[in-house]
């Protein structure tokens, strides 16, 4: 199975700043099969990156992926207001086999 | 649209069996495979279950194989999942999502989510 870890836990930042959140996969995630959600509380997840960098449909261009092996990252380039939120990382290179990471929680400094 | 909309959640008892379905609606139904996601009360995401396209494939979280089971009717548009021998640890949102790539031969990224039915297992 392949473990995924996010970092940081907690994100502080104010909006407008760069947030820069991290997915670290225990072993190498391949084909780069490697997806991204927002959820808000109360709501189901969202997903944002697909294939480690592919903006999923409607999502702004501030969110950005990348990385691939087992390192990845998602950008978010200018914090507004509703992006304050839990991100998950998830794996789905061990198809049919699906993990998702622990989760890190950006909030308003 | 994209709708799926869970049903089924509840307080039930350890041990005990409850059935959770999923209407879907706004896509062709019978071309996507469907998982099954959990999120207990204040954590985070835990896949459980996918099921192919055409249900011939099924696949499940160490944690909840032997006890759960998925399935779908496509003549129905609806998805569901079985739990028996339910344990107070499976307390938790349940979420009907969407696979997806069509009629594909390997899981992909969750592109729709419902909203989620509540179980609750206690005595």
């Known amino acids: 199975e392949i473990v995924l870890t996010q970092s940081p836990g907690t994100l502080s930042l104010s909006p407008g700043e760069r947030a820069t959140l991290s997915c670290r996969a225990s072993?190498?995630?391949?084909?780069?099969?490697l997806a991204w959600y927002q959820q808000k509380p109360g709501q189901a997840p969202r997903l944002l990156i697909y294939?480690?960098?592919s903006r999923a449909t409607g999502i702004p261009d501030r969110f950005s992926g990348s990385g691939s092996g087992t390192d990845f990252t998602l950008t978010i380039s200018r914090l507004e207001p509703e992006d304050f939120a839990v991100y998950y990382c998830?794996?789905?290179?061990?198809?049919?086999?699906?993990?998702f990471g622990p989760g890190t929680k950006v909030d308003i400094k | 649209q994209v709708q799926l909309v869970e049903s089924g959640g509840g307080v039930v008892q350890p041990g005990r069996s409850l059935r959770l379905s999923c209407a879907a609606s706004?896509?062709?139904?019978?071309?996507?495979?469907m998982h099954w996601v959990r999120q207990a009360p204040g954590k985070g995401l835990e896949w459980v279950a996918v099921?192919?396209?055409?249900?011939?494939?099924?696949y499940y979280a160490d944690s909840v194989k032997g006890r759960f089971t998925i399935s779908r009717d496509n003549s129905k548009n609806t998805l569901y999942l079985q739990m028996n021998s339910l344990r107070a640890e499976d307390t938790a949102v349940y979420y009907c999502?969407?696979?997806?790539?069509?009629?594909?031969?390997?899981?992909?990224?969750?592109?729709?989510w419902g909203q989620g039915t509540l179980v609750t297992v206690s005595s």
């Open positions: 294939g480690a960098s």
């Open positions: 099921i192919s396209y055409d249900g011939s494939n099924k």
């Open positions: 998830q794996q789905y290179g061990s198809s049919p086999w699906v993990t």
């Open positions: 999502a969407k696979d997806a790539d069509i009629v594909a031969i390997r899981t992909s990224e969750i592109d729709y």
């Open positions: 706004g896509f062709t139904f019978s071309s996507y495979g």
């Open positions: 072993q190498s995630v391949s084909s780069s099969y």
